[in-house]
C-alpha cells in the first residue's frame, strides 16, 4: 500500500488500528501479513542480533547514501539513521515478526525492517506511527534497494560477523588440545590402525593430530569469512541497477564501511551477484567440515575412555553428571557425544544450503531464507558446542599412564620396535610363540632373558619418535 500524502497515511494509519496491530508496536501490514501467512518456525528475524543489525546498517548506509545523491532530505535520512541505531542498540526487536524461515523470498523480511525503521524515524521526527508522509516504507527507507539486492548484503554481512567468534572458539579449542599434547608427550600409547594394535607413539603425539586439525579448521573459518565481502548493494532487483540513481552505489559503500569499519565490495559482475549465492555453499562446507572433524576427534576420546573394566579405558573424561537413571555410578561421555551430535545437525543443514543454492531461478535465489536459517543454526550449535566440549571436556582430560604402558607393551606393537635390534626372523618367532601360547610377548622376552623391561621400554620410546627424511 503507497501513501505518499498527508491523508492516504491517515487512512493508512486507521486502517492498521483497525485490523489490530498494538499500538505499541511499529511494525505495519506487510509485517502483518507476512506473519500471518509464512509463520512456519519458533525463531523470528529478530532472534539473531547479527542479522538484525546487518540489516539496520545497509538501511543505515542506503540513507546516508540516498541523502548524498538527493533522494533524501537530510532530515529523513537522519532520522532513518537513529532509527537503525536503536535496532542496533537492541530496541524494539520485538516488532520483527516475520519468521526467519518465511517464504516470500525476504520480501516480508525487508518489508518487517522497512516498517519498524519508517515509524521509528517517524517518532524521531515527532510524527506518529502509521503516517508515512514524513518516512514511508517503501518511499524512503527502501529507496534505491529491492529484497534482492539487501537482503543478501545483510546475510553476508551477519554470517561474516557470526564466523568470527566460532573462530575464536576453534582456536582457543585447537590451543587446549595443544596443552594437553605437551602434559602426554611422554605418556607411552599404542597405536591402532583398523582398531587393532599397531605400532608405538605417544599419547601426546594423538592429541598433537587432533591440534593441528582443529588449527586449520579455525584458519578456513576464518578465511571463510573473507569470502563474504562482496555484496550485491546497488544492483537492486536483478543487477541492472534500475532504481538506483547516478553516485548511490559508491555513496552507499562509502557509508557502509564508516558504520561497519569493513571495506565491503561491489562485485565485478552484478548480474552473478544476484543470480549466484555459491559463496554461502562453501561457507557452509567449511562448518560441515570443522563439524564432521570434531565429531570424529569426540568419536576416538569416546572409545579410548570407554570402560572403565570392559572398555581401553586409556583416557579418563571428566564426570559431569550421571549417565544412568537406572545404573547407579554410570558416566557416560555427554560432550563428546553432544559434539557427534552436533555433526549430524550441521551436515543435515550443509544439504538443506547446497539445495537451497541449486535451486535459484534465473536472476535470483528465492530460497535466501533457508539459506540464513540453517547457516545461522550451524554457526551457533559449532559456537556453543566447541565452546562447551573445551571448557568441560577437553581441558579436563587426564591420561591413565599404567593402561597406556600396559596396552602397548602387551601387544604385538612391542615386536614391531623389537624388529631394528633383533632381527625380523627372530621377532617373528618370537611373536608366533606369543600367539601359540598366549602370553605377552614382554614376558617371553624377559623369560628368556632377551630382552628386559626398562631395555624394552627404551627401544619403544625410539621407535614412537617420528622419523621424517627430507
Known amino acids: 500500500m503507497q501513501s505518499n500524502g498527508l491523508e492516504a497515511s491517515r487512512v493508512e494509519r486507521d486502517y492498521l488500528g483497525e485490523i489490530g496491530i498494538p499500538a505499541d508496536k511499529l511494525f505495519g501490514i506487510n509485517s502483518l501479513r507476512g506473519a500471518e501467512n509464512l509463520t512456519v518456525s519458533s525463531l523470528t528475524i529478530g532472534h539473531y542480533p547479527a542479522f538484525v543489525t546487518a540489516f539496520a546498517q545497509c538501511k543505515w548506509a542506503a540513507a546516508l547514501a540516498n541523502s548524498d545523491v538527493g533522494k533524501l532530505t537530510a532530515a529523513q535520512a537522519s532520522a532513518i539513521a537513529a532509527a537503525c541505531e536503536d535496532l542496533i542498540a537492541g530496541r524494539f526487536r520485538d516488532s520483527l515478526i516475520v519468521d526467519l524461515l518465511e517464504g516470500s523470498g525476504g520480501t516480508s523480511t525487508n518489508m518487517n525492517f522497512n516498517e519498524v525503521i519508517a515509524n521509528r524515524a517517524a517518532q524521531h521526527l515527532g510524527a506518529a506511527v502509521g503516517e508515512y508522509a514524513s518516512v514511508h516504507p517503501n518511499d524512503h527507507v527502501n529507496a534505491s534497494q529491492s529484497t534482492n539486492d539487501v537482503y543478501p548484503a545483510a546475510l553476508k554481512i551477519a554470517t561474516r560477523e557470526l564466523l568470527?567468534?566460532?573462530?575464536?572458539?576453534?582456536?582457543?579449542?585447537?590451543?587446549?588440545?595443544?596443552?594437553?599434547?605437551?602434559?602426554?608427550?611422554?605418556?607411552?600409547?599404542?597405536?591402532?590402525?583398523?582398531?587393532?594394535?599397531?605400532?608405538?607413539?605417544?599419547?601426546?603425539?594423538?592429541?598433537?593430530?587432533?591440534?593441528?586439525?582443529?588449527?586449520?579448521?579455525?584458519?578456513?573459518?576464518?578465511?571463510?569469512?573473507?569470502?563474504?565481502?562482496?555484496?550485491?548493494l546497488g544492483g537492486t532487483a536483478i543487477g541492472t541497477g534500475f532504481g538506483a540513481p547516478a553516485g548511490y552505489r559508491s555513496a552507499v559503500y562509502s557509508h557502509l564501511a564508516a558504520i561497519t569499519g569493513t571495506s565491503f565490495i561491489p562485485p565485478a559482475d552484478p548480474f552473478d551477484a544476484m543470480q549466484n549465492m555459491d559463496v554461502f555453499s562453501r561457507v557452509s562446507g567449511e562448518l560441515r567440515t570443522y563439524a564432521t572433524s570434531m565429531a570424529k576427534v569426540a568419536s576416538d576420546l569416546t572409545l579410548l575412555a570407554s570402560g572403565p573394566v570392559g572398555g581401553l579405558g586409556e583416557l579418563r573424561l571428566p564426570a559431569v553428571q550421571a549417565g544412568s537413571s537406572i545404573m547407579?555410578?554410570?558416566?557416560?561421555?555427554?560432550?563428546?557425544?553432544?559434539?557427534?551430535?552436533?555433526?549430524?545437525?550441521?551436515?543435515?543443514?550443509?544439504?538443506?544450503?547446497?539445495?537451497?543454492?541449486?535451486?535459484?531461478?534465473?536472476?535470483?535465489?528465492?530460497?535466501?531464507?533457508?539459506?540464513?536459517?540453517?547457516?545461522?543454526?550451524?554457526?551457533?550449535?559449532?559456537?556453543?558446542?566447541?565452546?562447551?566440549?573445551?571448557?568441560?571436556?577437553?581441558?579436563?582430560?587426564?591420561?591413565?599412564?599404567?593402561?597406556?604402558?600396559?596396552?602397548?607393551?602387551?601387544?604385538?606393537?612391542?615386536?614391531?620396535?623389537?624388529?631394528?635390534?633383533?632381527?625380523?626372523?627372530?621377532?617373528?618367532?618370537?611373536?608366533?610363540?606369543?600367539?601359540?601360547?598366549?602370553?605377552?610377548?614382554?614376558?617371553?622376552?624377559?623369560?628368556?632373558?632377551?630382552?628386559?623391561?626398562?631395555?624394552?621400554?627404551?627401544?619403544?620410546?625410539?621407535?614412537a619418535q617420528p622419523v621424517f627424511y627430507s
Open 164 to 232: 568470527k567468534p566460532l573462530a575464536a572458539e576453534v582456536s582457543a579449542l585447537a590451543d587446549v588440545f595443544a596443552s594437553k599434547a605437551a602434559e602426554f608427550c611422554d605418556v607411552l600409547h599404542l597405536g591402532r590402525t583398523c582398531l587393532q594394535d599397531a605400532q608405538p607413539m605417544t599419547l601426546g603425539q594423538l592429541f598433537g593430530g587432533y591440534a593441528a586439525l582443529t588449527r586449520r579448521a579455525a584458519c578456513a573459518l576464518s578465511d571463510a569469512g573473507e569470502m563474504l565481502l562482496t555484496l550485491p
Open 328 to 463: 547407579p555410578g554410570k558416566v557416560n561421555p555427554v560432550l563428546p557425544m553432544a559434539m557427534i551430535q552436533i555433526a549430524f545437525a550441521v551436515s543435515g543443514n550443509d544439504v538443506s544450503i547446497s539445495s537451497a543454492v541449486q535451486y535459484g531461478q534465473l536472476e535470483i535465489n528465492h530460497f535466501e531464507p533457508v539459506v540464513a536459517d540453517r547457516l545461522f543454526d550451524s554457526i551457533t550449535l559449532l559456537t556453543n558446542g566447541t565452546r562447551l566440549f573445551r571448557e568441560k571436556c577437553v581441558a579436563k582430560i587426564e591420561a591413565d599412564m599404567v593402561a597406556n604402558e600396559a596396552h602397548l607393551l602387551n601387544s604385538m606393537a612391542l615386536a614391531t620396535a623389537l624388529v631394528p635390534s633383533l632381527g625380523y626372523a627372530h621377532v617373528s618367532k618370537l611373536a608366533r610363540r606369543s600367539v601359540d601360547e598366549g602370553r605377552p610377548l614382554l614376558e617371553i622376552l624377559e623369560e628368556g632373558g632377551i630382552l628386559g623391561r626398562e631395555a624394552a621400554l627404551q627401544l619403544v620410546r625410539a621407535a
